[in-house]
């Protein structure tokens, strides 16, 4: 369904207004309490309140609302736009979901193959997800990403019939990077300087007619840290591969591996980025692998792994030392519209004083999309 806004005095304004989402609901059954429930990051020690104890889980506040905006091409340009939310803030019940913003930007797309995004959006360095039921894809187990505040400069130049390299370069601001001197300040906004980020994307079709995808990209940024043991600059630093290769009609080999030091604005480090008490970033090397199979036009499966392992001579106290992930899944998809889907998935979390951890989890997901 396409909506054309008008204006205050009724005339046609030419935007055009598309939504777009999915309502989702999701079971978890874990033998070991995850940080946190629906959507599972690491297995909590067993002295953290409720460690080690079975827990179950019904949410549906993984369900999206979106909007794509299009405007009149002016000039040669072409203008459009994205707003988009999710219910992921956390509130004390359960069934009470405040909503939370994810995309809000404006994309402006020349024929030339150059454009300028501004607002929220996906850091530059993503390329693609695992295929997964659970919501949290491998964060903290593997693989980073992140949506934040930035200026995008993209330029796509075509290589061939099938083929297409895209070059990406952002000043963005990691605004979830925490603030770990405890001054009300966040310590990425008090280094006064943004982050940088940048990357190549190869897109093309190999060894069969769907498209394969390579890429390469790095962030780097800075944050400052005062009223510590340890006061100063401390830096950010992550440089990313990830490959998505069909190796035919149905079998699908993806994965990505990177490394990074306080890389816990990314959804990675096992959310441990400075460690004050020793005065270092912490520096951690991670990645994921996946085959997915296509069973019929309808169903799919795949197995995947995904590891992160900080260092450990970065870390002070009970630190989180290890995680990793294995996951099988099914996808059921009837119709065009709603989709079945089941996973189960071994986690282990190491810890450096406490014992070590290990959670069986069973997810079911049910999707509509419209």
Known sequence: MVFSSVTAFGQQSGVQITPYGYIKFDSTYDTARTGFGDVSLWVLPENAAGGGEKELNFSARETRLGL???????????????IEVDFYEELPTSNKYAPRMRLAYVDFAWSNGW?????????????????MV???????????????????????TKLGENTTLTAK???????????????NQPDETAAASPNYHGSLVLRSRLLTDRQSVFSISGAYGREKVSGTDNPGIYKSRLIHGSAQLPLSQRFTLQGIAWKGDNVDNYFAGILQGIDTVIGTEVSTYGGWGQIVYSLTKNTRTSVGYGIEDPNDEDLSGDARICTDRIFANFFYTPTDRVTFGVEYSSMRTD?????NMQNHRVNFGVMFRF
Not at 116 to 127: A, E, K, N, P
Not at 169 to 183: A, E, K, M, T
């Open 68 to 82: 794509n905006i299009a405007a009149p091409d002016t000039g040669g340009m072409k203008t459009t736009g994205r």
């Open 115 to 131: 454009s300028l995004r501004f607002g929220q959006d996906w850091d530059t360095y993503v390329s693609f997800h695992p295929d």
């Open 134 to 156: 659970d919501a949290s894809v491998l964060a903290f187990q593997g693989h980073p990403y992140g949506r934040h505040p930035q200026a995008r400069l993209t330029k796509e």
């Open 169 to 183: 370069f952002s000043l963005q601001h990691s605004r979830n990077s925490g603030d770990v001197d405890g001054d």
């Open 351 to 355: 810890y450096a004083v406490s014992s």
